[in-house]
């Protein structure tokens, strides 16, 4: 099978699309015949070195992808031809993928291969976000740090359907328009003073921050209400500046951090949360960017393409 592939660590240059050995099933496993492939900001960090690869080189990046089910390995419920998709699943950049019974996900017919491989980690991410680490209720205040990612798209319409008034944050005056248009209340801009325009629009301080900066934190702390509530689930800055933390303890705000990993535990827990993230983008409540897609053969372009900060939609590789 053909694979996008790694030897070493480094830029864009280091990656090959090439002939390598297709995977040999485990029990357990289902072959899934894959075709779409989400690209992530992991995955350049894989890539770089920052974070650990699986396997051995040459390395097969990638986590998360949609596909047929090729050979269903004796599944109690799947067959071959069905459709699945999946967020936490190595060795994804490749036309196949070994993928365990308990992290396939069964796809609704009206969710395709493309929208399942640009929601699964995002939106999943989003639904744990908006249900574990912050449960939004309605008229709350929400400040969504970079609104017009992936991850901040979703957030910004999911916290309105759940009813809550929304703030967003975003780096450039053309993706202002991206984010009003998802239903956000106010927008502004970090090279603003967004402190002054969040307080003067909420002058008790917002109910909570999905924070993914990180170098804004002492500024979001700023903008907390009283026993509000941050929730820290990127460093997209880099690192965290927390600023004079008896802050925190004035207004009694608590720090949670986040991460998708800890809530995909088992099957019932992948399964009952993409029914709701399912749920959401069936009824059309929660819309999906439309993704930028490239051939598998063409990863560097693709990498390239996401560290040149160019789309607001998701990145898709495709076999």
């Known amino acids: ?12 240059d280091v990656l090959e699309y090439k002939e390598v050995n297709a995977p040999q099933l485990k029990a357990g496993e289902v072959l899934v015949e894959m075709k779409a492939i989400g690209l992530n900001f992991a995955d350049l960090m894989r890539r770089s070195g920052t ?5 051995s080189a040459p390395y097969i990046n990638g986590f998360e992808g949609a596909g047929i089910v090729k050979d269903s390995n004796h599944h109690p419920r799947l067959k071959a031809g069905d459709r699945i ?11 196949l993928v070994a993928v365990p019974f308990e992290n396939a996900v069964p796809l609704p017919d009206a969710v395709s291969f493309e929208m399942a ?3 699964m980690l995002q939106g999943l991410t989003v639904q744990y976000l908006t249900t574990d680490s912050h449960a939004v209720r309605p008229g709350e205040t929400v400040l969504v740090h970079a609104a017009a990612g992936g991850v901040g798209q979703l957030l910004t319409q999911v916290c309105k359907l759940s009813g809550a008034r929304v703030i967003g944050l975003v780096s450039a005056a053309d993706k202002k328009d991206i984010v009003q ?4 209340d106010a927008v502004f801009l970090y090279s603003g003073d967004w402190k002054s325009q969040v307080l003067e629009l909420c002058p008790q301080g917002v109910d909570v921050v999905y924070e993914s900066v990180g170098t804004t934190m002492e500024t979001s702390i700023a903008v907390t209400g009283t026993l509000g509530h941050i929730v820290l689930f990127g460093l997209a800055g880099g690192k965290m500046l927390l600023g004079n933390p008896l802050e925190i303890i004035a207004k009694s705000i608590t720090i949670t951090g986040g991460d998708l990993w800890n809530y995909l535990v088992s099957e019932d827990e992948r399964l009952r949360r993409s029914a709701q993230l399912f749920g959401w983008l069936t009824s059309g409540k929660v819309k999906v960017a439309a993704p930028t897609v490239f051939r598998l053969s063409e990863g560097k372009q693709a990498h390239d393409f996401m560290e040149g900060r160019k789309s607001t939609g998701k990145i898709l590789m495709v076999p």
């Open 1 to 12: 099978m053909k694979a996008l592939t790694l030897s070493a660590f480094g830029s864009s």
């Open 51 to 55: 974070y650990p690869m699986r396997g």
């Open 117 to 119: 491989a640009s929601v």
């Open 85 to 95: 998709a999946f967020a936490d699943v190595p060795f994804a950049n490749a036309e």
């Open 181 to 184: 248009s998802l239903g956000a």
